[in-house]
């Protein structure tokens, strides 16, 4: 059972735009990580959030969990070609109970 | 600095050959570890997390093990390769609590 869905899967923009991307859930989760990943590489810790309707801003990037602690959406404002990657959603359901989303690749053409 | 290492980076298998990945963890004491498999550009599945040396939990049963020799050691193995076994297989630690991942670069296995 997939518990976090990401949308879209996939997203291609011009350089400059802005983006969102989704993470849903039925379930409710104690926070909610995420991850960037570059293709051969590992997924590298964005942010984390714990509160509902908590907002993180990291530069250009706006984070945000729902108010029910079950989704989560990533903004990225004047996307940049170095953001190009897999972004992928985690939730945390306690110690050492952390799944992850489907995904979403993005790629920004310059 | 907390570091973690993983080999070999791609890997070539017939079926029916053995597997031995192997990730180490340098500059911290008594980590979670973890195992997770992830399918071309898509989500991670958790195989194998572990607390304590010789503490190991499987959350998909497999053609895959996974041991604990030393503190900062995990390993994952197999007797028989699958083709299905095929895969970004990466390797990670968190704190205590489990709640925030460090990831190693990965091992790309191939099994023809």
């Known amino acids: 059972t997939q518990l976090l869905e990401q949308s879209p899967q996939f997203l291609s923009i011009q350089e400059g735009e802005n983006l969102t991307v989704y993470c849903n859930s039925s379930?409710?989760?104690?926070?909610l990580q995420w991850y960037r990943q570059e293709p051969g590489e590992g997924p590298v810790l964005l942010v984390t959030?714990?509160?509902?309707?908590e907002v993180k801003k990291l530069k250009r990037l706006t984070f945000q969990f729902g108010d029910a602690r079950k989704d989560s959406s990533l903004h990225i404002t004047a996307a940049q070609t170095g953001d190009t990657g897999l972004y992928l959603c985690?939730?945390?359901?306690?110690?050492?109970?952390?799944?992850f989303g489907t995904g979403t690749r993005l790629t920004v053409i310059p | 600095s907390q570091t973690i290492h993983q080999w070999p980076a791609t890997l070539v298998q017939p079926v029916g050959s053995p597997l031995s990945l192997e990730c180490t963890v340098e500059?911290?004491?008594?980590?979670?570890l973890y195992w997770y498999r992830q399918a071309a550009g898509r989500g991670l599945q958790l195989l194998f997390y572990?607390?304590?040396?010789?503490?190991i939990s499987s959350e998909v049963p497999q053609n895959l093990s996974a041991s604990r020799p030393q503190d900062r050691q995990f390993i994952l193995s197999s007797k028989k390769l699958l083709l299905s076994d095929s895969g970004f297989y990466l390797c990670?630690?968190?704190?205590?609590?489990?709640?925030?991942?460090?990831f190693g670069s990965g091992t790309q296995l191939s099994v023809l």
């Open positions: 990670a630690w968190s704190g205590y609590r489990g709640e925030k991942l460090f």
């Open positions: 379930s409710v989760f104690s926070s």
């Open positions: 959030v714990v509160t509902g309707g």
């Open positions: 985690a939730g945390g359901l306690g110690a050492n109970n952390l799944f």
């Open positions: 500059g911290t004491s008594n980590p979670n």
């Open positions: 572990s607390v304590g040396i010789g503490q």
